[in-house]
């Protein structure tokens, strides 16, 4: 038992903490800390700066540019970058697909692919839910049919994050449609300039474009992009699904935002004090903040005790908490942003704050925290089973 | 006491639902009337026009029915019912509540008349640069000028600022006090500058440099007249919350019925369902509150009571429309987070009045002082 | 659509406000008030007065003793009941065992128990639920064999409350083994003397003992005191336990207590003020009585729309939000005791007020109301079939 | 930062559940612990005393074993996962705390010591009729009388009062401040008047009429001293409360997997079965709170930041005590209702200690007061 870091954790935390705070350009980590949206370059751009400085892919192994850090130090690099506002490295290039080919992919697919994936020389997009397939992914339909040296696909994906900048897509679809549903998948990458696949933006509800629905049509894939064994990709799903649970509280942003919005709170001015002086904003203040310390030791206990590297069951509380924190700080925002709220479509010449106008768009768009990556109730039946064996 | 609605209130709720649920019938009509200037649509305007709608609430001198709260909250949930973006709330409810109150016999002839006929949007520019609601004007000021007035300062966000065709604008007065005044909003001096806002509405930043400005009636201290205008719309609000909470109710009910996961309905998973449960229960309870709420406005009660009910209306469906909002979505799933699906409308509109006129815990704080004044708080004054 | 109480419910409520207040001994109204426990005799005596002035039994039929109320009648009798802590009419007389014989029964044994089961001459005791037969009641196991003029009774009832002042028990028992287990239940009515039958208090966690286990051995009961029809009375259950939905969101009961909670809070000096100017507390007070207002109008509105007589499927609501209110006052009232609470075995020489003495065992005894009665997860379940279809 | 326990913490814990989890192994042997005085089992305490547990906290030359925070909420949450009934709590670690911290040699010699060796029960008399919480006495009065001094006043509820050989007493000292007194319950002007409270232990009313005290050390203001004992105490009782919970948590999932209703388990019912994965999510963040606290204390922290670490973990602990306690009934049905059954001991447990030291809004309101005084809350000082 030790409270406080040790030395060598505390000096690559202040390591890190330069770095984030001095290497990576301001006015990227501004349009991140002002719930702004980045375009592609920029976070091409911020990954390259991470990449180059082996910052990028920690959790690879190390022959492909990872660092064989301890979990704790894993913990530190999230906290840390998401406390700058450093835009995380790309999901589907370094938590998704990169491990997945690091394990289970040939020597000539991980030379080929690897370095351009740590590098976003490549921009990875994620072809795996379908309109009927969400939470029970392994119902997909997507087909893809062998016909000589290249498998022939025909299907429809959805949910597809950023697929308006994607290079390549990995895709899940189903080559043996004869056995059980999850014994007859496969993955394939797939270039998104292939003939015949075409991408369409799905609005949000915030009026946001940042999910897409990808149709295959007649696409025709080498061979030579199967990754690893046919039919066994339900394997390699899961593997990713799993993977890399250390910053999934996010913990990093929701103390970032939850700062941010004391400030908005005492900028605003009621009778002698400001709203941060009201009992009703300073108590749910302090509950917000004691939730997410609660959530952070949990975190940190977490990584310290998974030394050996296996996800601890206990990961699936911080996604359940941690995706309800992330929504419960934009709730307080749009209350703090108050009548001022109504005005997000406003430009800057606007007399309300940028954090204002963006209140609500930011809290609608963070409904779906407790729908992706796992929804709230998926992340509830894995506790109530895995760990109270209900 | 009596909740039941008489013969001629049911009468006008199917109308409405004739003609309002038929406009909207298909959501996609809903988001066309969103996507272009001015953010509804001006044919169902007119045909609320003319089945009177507009003039629902208004003396029959001036071109209105002489209806009461409860036709107004009639109106308002049916309304909700499909998230129609027409300004009934604002233009007839607010502004047209503080033409009633406070306007001369002349002003109430033109500009309610222009509401009741559908020719003319006004917009109640109230909510100022920093303002919390209250129902007092600080940053715009008006000058007296002998025979005239003129306002300076800024009102954001004005809903439908930019489209109105008539300003009523709150003004600190130069004796202290807030006035209420009539500006065209094509005179000098005012600058107006337009945008959407969350819910497929439309708010303006309204800038005022001199411009010209009539009082509405006399010249004098308003803040008690906006604050009852104020409850009258939070009333009204309440009402439209509960067609909003209603409906998404009902499609998530739908949609858990429909949709299959791991081969089964929705409907299947107890925990999807006591969720939906509870949010029914949210839905009673609040349907109790605004219903009583318009009552109590309809029957002439006192400023006081009437505050006391708009304030518990607003809290209670605050709770009730966040929990709704946010459920609703997440027991879609991946759906509910597109725009081209209903349900997501709901929820930022739900939003949307949740902020307009004070969310709960506004309202909350102002009842906790004075919650040691009474013992027992009664339905009845 | 009208805010007011009709000229005449007004008087009405005006009358029996006047009666509950004057008529009912004032020593019987404090023990209620202060959430102690009356005894047998108290609560005979109580109906007793309540039925000679014929308000013991209003939603009997006129025949016997019924008022034919409206249901706005009805709603203000229970809520001017409650607000005057007059102990209400013994539920297993005056809404179980009374209706279902006025329903059912011959006229031989309506004339032998109705007008004692409203004077209390017979108090009776409920025998439905079984230590395996909870809410799924119709799994119930007591068995009841006809030998000669008799049935003979074997088996064990449980939560019987007040079962230790018990003169006559009405009890499901299981007649048919051999039909589906809705198809063969019968009800008898036992004489609690009878050789065989045997009482069991049973110790709740709040230290009372207010409920019984009923055990029978070989117990025999006359052929004649079998209700309605043999295996018929499953149907009986179910217009017992669906009657009287009037008064079941208990809202004069929580207006009382949480109107007595404000004084407690007033009482408590905290720096410059009381504990009721303590923003904590004030917004508590404020969240609780808006609920109880919804709750109320509800029942109101409820009330008003079932003219027919039949329940609303609101009722639910009633039920779920009621029982909930219930509780939250008795936690919001621990907490006004604070640390005083602890004292709760201490005697009337105690520094601690009565009420905060009491106030921890009535939050722990409160946790029941969410169980008994159909349980709030069997309310959530009629609303999310019957009225969401789902 | 390091959350694992070392091998010595791991064997004190095994060696603990040991001792109490086999003395109290069936539920039934806890319940005739609390049903006769003193309340809990006078054998079970020598057993602790013998295991050293008893001295714990206390240094070495006081009979004690030198331990630090990290070590009592190992012992305290193992009592909690029994709801062990015997008073470790408000004896070893709140009345033995003050006096290890404001006591002279002599005094801890000898009250230690006699703690230690589970001679003697200590108890800590602090709450007054009207006080809620504070770390100061006003109700009694402490008068110099040269040689003696002397205190009159009530303290109620003092826990364990009645079963006590010695009392430390908080009183109002004559130049202003509080001071802590050593008060032989036995001597002329002391009456105690014990009861059993909710959870099964005792409590009492202590009546001093002019009682002869000596001080705690010095006559001097202790109130920085009974602060700091008294967040210590909610350290380890926010431990206590973690073992409660995980039992409770536990129970109830065995319940529901043997429990049959409709011919199934009860943990067929997703309804069910989602809210024991809440109570569980609960369970861990508040777990990891208390062994921060833990920590914050055991690494000599300044007052101020263990203030800060208790009232946290107050905070969290009641939330999530109370949700725990309740569901976990809730979740039982009627047989959680009962006393012979354990769940409600659990319940009724958790709520002692929330009302022991200052419930969640108590710290919540004391913590908002300083919100603004600070950007991010770091867990390391």
């Known amino acids: 038992m030790q409270l406080t870091l040790s030395a060598e954790d505390a000096e690559f935390r202040d390591q890190l903490r330069e770095f984030f705070t001095t290497k990576i350009p301001q006015e990227i980590r501004d349009v991140v800390r002002d719930n702004g949206e980045l375009t592609r370059e920029q976070l091409v751009q911020s990954m390259r700066i991470l990449n180059e400085n082996g910052l990028a892919v920690p959790s690879w192994p190390t022959e492909w540019g990872g660092k064989d850090w301890t979990l704790m130090q894993k913990h530190i690099w999230h906290e840390e970058l998401q406390r700058a506002y450093v835009p995380e490295p790309l999901a589907f290039n370094a938590s998704m697909i990169g491990p997945v080919l690091a394990q289970f992919a040939t020597q000539e697919m991980k030379e080929r692919f690897l370095p351009a994936t740590a590098n976003m020389d490549i921009w990875w997009s994620q072809g795996f839910s379908e309109p009927d397939a969400g939470s029970d992914l392994a119902s997909l339909k997507t087909r893809a049919v062998r016909d000589g040296d290249h498998y ?55 009026g946001g474009k940042e999910v897409n629905e990808v149709w295959f049509t007649d696409v025709r894939v080498p061979v030579e ?18 993977n890399e649970r250390v910053g999934i509280a996010r913990v990093g942003t929701t103390k970032a935002r939850l700062a941010q919005a004391k400030e908005f709170a005492a900028s605003i001015k009621v009778g002698d004090g400001t709203l941060l002086d009201d009992p009703q904003f300073s108590t749910r203040f302090v509950e917000l903040e004691t939730d997410l310390l609660a959530l952070e030791l949990t975190a940190l206990r977490v990584a310290a005790n998974s030394a050996d590297g296996k996800p601890d069951p206990a990961s699936s509380v911080l996604k359940l908490k941690g995706s309800e924190l992330q929504q419960a700080v934009t709730e307080l925002t749009v209350d703090l942003a108050g009548p001022a709220s109504l005005a997000s479509g406003a430009d ?19 409904r779906k925290t407790t729908i992706y990556g796992g929804s709230n109730e998926v992340q509830r039946q894995i506790i109530s089973r895995t760990i109270l064996g209900l | 006491m009596d909740f039941n609605y008489d013969d001629e209130q049911q009468a006008l709720r199917e109308a409405v639902r004739g003609l309002i649920g038929k406009a909207y019938s298909d959501y996609e009509e809903r988001r066309r009337a ?30 209105g029915m002489g209806a009461s709260a409860i036709e107004v909250g009639i109106v308002a949930e049916e309304l909700g019912r499909v998230v129609a973006p027409e300004p009934f709330l604002t233009t007839v409810v607010l502004a047209g509540g503080a033409i009633a109150a406070a306007g001369t016999e002349v002003q109430k002839t033109e500009l309610l008349g222009g509401i009741s006929a559908g020719e003319s949007i006004v917009a109640f520019a109230h909510a100022e640069p920093g303002s919390r609601w209250e129902p007092t004007a600080s940053v715009v000021t008006a000058t007296d000028g002998g025979d005239t007035w003129t306002l300076s300062g800024t009102k954001e966000p004005v809903i439908q600022g930019a489209r109105a065709d008539v300003l009523i604008v709150s003004a600190a007065l130069p004796e202290g006090g807030t006035g209420l005044f009539v500006v065209d909003p094509s005179a000098q001096g005012v600058s107006r500058e337009g945008y959407r806002t969350h819910d497929g509405g439309r708010a303006a930043r309204v800038v005022l440099d001199g411009a010209a400005a009539t009082p509405l009636g006399a010249a004098e201290d308003r803040t008690g007249v906006i604050a009852r205008v104020l409850d009258g719309a939070r009333i009204a609000a309440a009402n439209e919350a509960i067609g909003l909470m209603e409906v998404a109710i009902n499609t998530t009910s739908s949609y858990l019925t429909s949709r299959k996961q791991f081969g089964v309905p929705l409907n299947t998973f107890q925990a999807l369902t006591f969720r939906a449960a509870d949010l029914y229960v949210q839905l009673e309870l609040s349907r109790s509150v605004a219903v009583w709420a318009s009552m109590v406005l309809a029957e002439s009660s006192t400023d006081e009571f009437v505050a006391q009910a708009a304030a518990r209306a607003s809290l209670r469906i605050s709770r009730a429309g966040r929990q709704v909002g946010q459920e609703a979505i997440q027991l879609h799933g991946g759906i509910g987070m597109t725009a081209e699906y209903s349900i997501g409308a709901y929820t930022s509109r739900l939003t949307a009045l949740d902020h307009l006129f004070g969310d709960g815990n506004h309202h909350l704080g102002l009842l906790a002082c004075r919650v040691g004044d009474y013992a027992e708080l009664e339905p009845v004054p």
Chains 1, 3 share one sequence.
């Open chain 1, 152 to 206: 022939v696909v025909n299907g429809q994906k959805t949910w597809t994050t950023l697929g308006q900048f994607g290079d390549w897509i990995f895709t899940l679809v189903r080559t043996n449609p004869e056995v059980k549903k999850q014994a007859g998948i496969s993955m394939l990458l797939i270039d998104m300039k292939s003939p015949g696949l075409e991408v369409r933006p799905i609005e949000l509800i915030d």
């Open chain 1, 225 to 242: 992009n199967l990754v690893g064994e046919e039919n066994r990709a339900w394997d390699y799903a899961k593997f990713l699904l799993g």
């Open chain 1, 348 to 366: 800057d010449d606007s007399t309300v704050p940028l954090w204002a106008r963006r209140s609500t768009p930011a809290y609608l768009n963070t």
């Open chain 2, 34 to 63: 969103v996507a272009a200037d001015p953010g509804f649509s001006e044919q169902v305007w007119g045909q609320l026009a003319e089945m009177g709608l507009l003039g629902l609430p208004f003396e029959e001198q001036y071109g």
